[in-house]
């Protein structure tokens, strides 16, 4: 074994995760589930130390505010602002941290060596869940199961289902079902880089209901039929002005897949779309799939998952500056890569997650290898293999808390396509003006309806 592999494998079986390298999937016992939000454990299964390189320990003490914040929604500078970076790894010193990075991130520095770098800050762990998102993860510890061939779950929507994970699938279906935003509505511009330096431009106006992320009460289940509700409808570029695609995702993939219903402005109607999942490609550009969505979101259904383990990785993490007003697009969108100095990296642990494709079934996809934050399970990277087995894509998500939502927020997300040498960075939220991300405000589930399509179209 390589020392990467006995490292992983000590690690699961530290934490009584033998059983996860063979395949066998068992719930967690009570003893186990009692470690929750302890000295040891946070109430998501995270290691509560740090880590001798500079992972931080994780403190918890900010939720809904911390100091220096000014307004209850909207752009904050965060709590972190003033902070210079340690160091930056380039093309030229990453060979000291390549234990560090991933295949992606190696791929970017070499392919641009002038272009991207990796700005390294102090690692902070302080913020905290809601009280009751930790109270659904300790009982979903002890109750959640992989059902339906590994097409459902069961548990109580609104946390992970598997804080402890002991197979691929149980870690993949935390990765599509972390705590988020409830509610989420913006105004967002999209860019597509090409390798020449010309940019074509994009705008959406977007919104999602996730009911799950608002179970206080703790009624709604994973095997509800809806997990999350979509509405977006297309200002640019001026080729799909009008068009708005609407639909549902579900919990259970067993008798149902993700739903869409769209405006066509060219005929003035409204359509069932075909199937929109998996690698469906994404307007305008088709540089991303639909299931690329968070790095990685949908049905896992096509891919054998596999649990590699935990690994200390430097990650986008804590970016709140990304998404400043103050920031002109074009200074953002820089070539070949988003502007690195508007980009923030933290060393985090992260748990890997391999999916490889099963055979007889289709996707561009081959193999993927999803890396999800210890604290969160927010996918914060993802690397996506061709039928080849090269690297083909490369997926960042930049995240901020929410001081709306109690919980990290998505904002500028990356596609690298390294064949084409292009770029898509979507959800920008700097030039929206009044409207900028609101979070976790009230919708209904009309707003999402076939008949929302219509009326968003005119």
């Not at 970076?85 to 030229?92: N, R, S, Y």
């Not at 923030?344 to 992260?350: A, I, M």
């Not at 999916?355 to 289709?362: A, E, H, I, S, T």
Request: hydrophobic content about 35%; aromatic content about 14%; glycine content about 8%.
């Amino acid at each position: 074994m390589t020392k990467s592999t006995v490292a992983v494998v000590s690690f699961l079986l530290v934490c009584g995760f033998g059983a996860a390298l063979h395949g066998a999937q068992a719930k967690v016992s009570e003893q186990m589930a009692a470690q929750l939000d302890g000295p040891k454990y946070t109430c998501q299964g995270a290691i509560r130390a740090g880590s001798a390189d500079g992972v931080a320990a994780y403190t918890g003490k900010w939720n809904a505010s911390w100091p220096g914040m000014k307004h209850p929604y909207g752009y904050e500078p965060g709590p972190y602002a003033d902070e210079k970076p340690l160091f930056t790894i380039t093309a030229q010193n990453m060979a000291q941290y390549a234990d560090k990075l991933t295949e992606g991130e190696k791929a970017l520095l070499k392919k641009y060596p002038n272009d991207y770098r990796m700005n390294v800050y102090p690692s902070h762990r302080d913020f905290a869940f809601d009280p009751w998102v930790c109270a659904v993860v300790k009982k979903n510890a002890v109750t959640s199961e992989v059902i339906h061939d590994g097409k459902g779950i069961t548990g109580i929507a609104g946390g992970i289902p598997f804080p402890f994970p002991q197979s691929g699938l149980e870690a993949i279906w935390n990765a599509i079902n972390p705590h988020r935003a409830w509610t989420e509505e913006v105004t967002y511009d999209v860019a597509d880089v090409y390798n020449n330096g010309s940019v074509a431009w994009g705008k959406n106006h977007f919104k999602t209901m996730n009911p799950g992320n608002n179970n206080k009460d703790m009624k709604l289940s994973y095997q509800d039929k809806y997990n999350a509700f979509f509405y977006t409808a297309y200002l640019l570029p001026e080729r799909q002005k009008g068009f708005v695609a609407v639909g549902y995702q579900p919990n259970d993939f067993t008798n149902d897949a993700t739903q869409s219903w769209q405006y066509l402005p060219g005929i003035r109607r409204v359509r069932e779309a075909p199937e929109v999942g998996f690698d469906y490609p994404v307007p305008p550009a088709g540089m991303r799939t639909v299931d690329d969505d968070y790095g990685f979101n949908g049905s896992p259904e096509r891919y054998t998952w596999k649990l590699i383990g935990k690994k200390e990785m430097y990650v986008p993490y804590n970016n709140f500056k990304i998404n400043d007003p103050a920031i002109k697009l074009t200074q953002l969108t820089t070539p070949h890569t988003i502007n690195p100095d508007d980009e923030r990296y933290e060393l985090h642990r992260v748990w890997v997650i391999e999916g490889d494709l099963k055979p007889g079934v289709r996707h561009i996809y081959h193999k993927r290898l999803i890396y999800c934050d210890e604290d969160t399970w927010l996918t914060l990277w993802a690397d996506n293999y061709d039928a080849r087995g090269q690297l083909y894509r490369v997926t960042l998500v930049n995240y901020f808390w929410s001081q709306e939502s109690h919980t990290y927020h998505r904002s500028t997300t990356v596609y690298h396509d390294l064949s084409s040498g292009a770029y898509e960075a979507t959800y920008m939220p700097n030039a929206a003006g009044d409207n900028w991300w609101r979070i976790n405000q009230p919708m209904t589930v009309g707003e999402f309806s076939p008949q929302a399509a219509a009326r968003g179209g005119h």
